[in-house]
């Protein structure tokens, strides 16, 4: 069985480590790690230490790794901490893994300001997507330790949460922490951060100022509309009655097919913070329209795409298991057909009848792919005509 010793530092050049650990290193053999741990514990390694960087593509190392039983690797903070222990776990779940954690950044970050951290929702920019950042801004989250990379710098964080109206936090960045001559800390509104440069490696910290709201139901007027036509949106009621028949809760990817103004997509994402919400509109006018509205009500993480959606590709997409139908343009039949060829097992499509017309054509599409309606609600809003809301299953 392969034996990986993983022993978590800072970046300290003037390292300590526990007589165990010194114990180990000195009768090491091959040793791996990032470039910036190698040039902080070289003069600690035994003369016939053969190094391993850590570089990607990974499979490489793992590949080098192959031919020792017994490797001494060197991590940054605590190693189950979105860290080395994690991806050696994965990639061999039957190797021995023997751990050395230390204080992880967002630690020594949250010891440097003083803050109990015990509440505080942690997430990981470090090469990944922004989808769990979105999600917590929207939830509300109080108070944010979040990883960094070179991309999604703090600058950077900071000026995409003033685009969607999150300007009420603070942040603390902490740059080069553990390393006592570089190491800075510095507490800065959004609107300085977002104009400031900070050295790299750095994390930063999210303290919110005042709550933002986060309504239940948002009126249609409220939104920018197209061509200023009321009649063109997905009224609140109905809006709210239609994400109740989706059952969105225990959805993972929803689809929105004519979104126009995308209040259907924002007051999901709003409602479920967690769900993947792709949405389709034809004309043109609706991209410049969800960007708006997106950034007006908070929801960052739509993927809005335009054009016909008979002809839009769908390779690469999240599959839905939840999908709204606002707009058909008397192509119903093709919708339903390429909707049926994605839709995962157990999944729902909603549709809101607004003429026996349509009525027809969703009742017949349902039908030829071999669906059935499960569901359907009739309701009328002020002086408007009675919408007929069908979920198929």
């Known amino acids: 069985m392969q034996r990986f010793y993983i022993i978590g530092m800072s970046d300290d050049h003037r390292q300590y480590f526990s007589p165990d650990v010194m114990a180990i290193i000195s009768r090491g053999k091959i040793f791996s790690g990032g470039k910036r741990h190698h040039e902080i514990v070289s003069p600690l390694l035994p003369p016939e230490a053969k190094w391993i960087d850590i570089t990607v593509p990974l499979d490489n190392v793992f590949t080098r790794y192959e031919e ?131 050295r790299f ?30 009649k063109m949106i997905t009224k609140m009621p109905i809006r709210l009655l239609t994400l109740s028949m989706l059952g969105l809760r225990d959805k993972q990817s929803f689809w929105d097919v004519g979104f126009c103004t995308g209040s259907v997509s924002i007051e999901a994402k709003l409602q479920f913070p967690d769900l993947k919400v792709t949405a389709f509109e034809q004309r043109p006018e609706g991209r410049e329209l969800m960007e708006q509205n997106s950034r007006k009500f908070g929801t960052p993480g739509i993927t809005a795409l335009i054009g016909d959606f008979l002809e839009t590709d769908l390779t690469g997409l999240p599959a839905p298991d939840a999908v709204f139908i606002g707009g058909h343009g008397g192509k119903m039949i093709g919708i339903l057909q390429k909707i049926d060829s994605v839709l995962l097992p157990g999944g729902v499509i909603v549709f809101n009848s607004v003429s026996e017309e349509s009525l027809r054509l969703f009742r017949e599409g349902i039908g030829r792919i071999g669906r059935k309606i499960t569901g359907s609600t009739r309701i009328t809003v002020d002086s408007f005509n009675t919408i007929e809301i069908m979920k198929a299953e």
């Open 68 to 198: 020792h039983p017994e490797i001494v690797v060197f991590a940054s903070g605590d190693p189950l901490f979105f860290g080395f222990a994690n991806t050696v776990k994965r990639k061999l779940p039957s190797a021995e893994i023997i751990l050395f954690p230390s204080f992880n950044s967002l630690q020594m970050l949250a010891h440097r300001m003083v803050l109990p951290y015990q509440d505080m929702r942690t997430i990981s920019l470090t090469g990944r997507p922004w989808d769990a950042f979105y999600s917590a801004l929207i939830n509300g989250e109080k108070l944010l330790g979040v990883l960094t990379d070179r991309e999604k710098t703090p600058s950077h964080i900071a000026a995409r949460m003033l685009e969607y109206g999150y300007n009420n936090y603070q942040m603390t960045v902490g740059e080069a922490l553990g390393n006592r001559e570089e190491e800075q800390v510095r507490t800065l509104s959004l609107k300085e951060a977002s104009q400031t440069t900070f």
């Open 201 to 230: 490696p750095n994390c930063l910290i999210l303290e919110q100022t005042s709550p933002r709201p986060r309504p239940f139901g948002i009126p249609e007027g409220e939104f920018h509309l197209l061509d200023g036509r009321s």
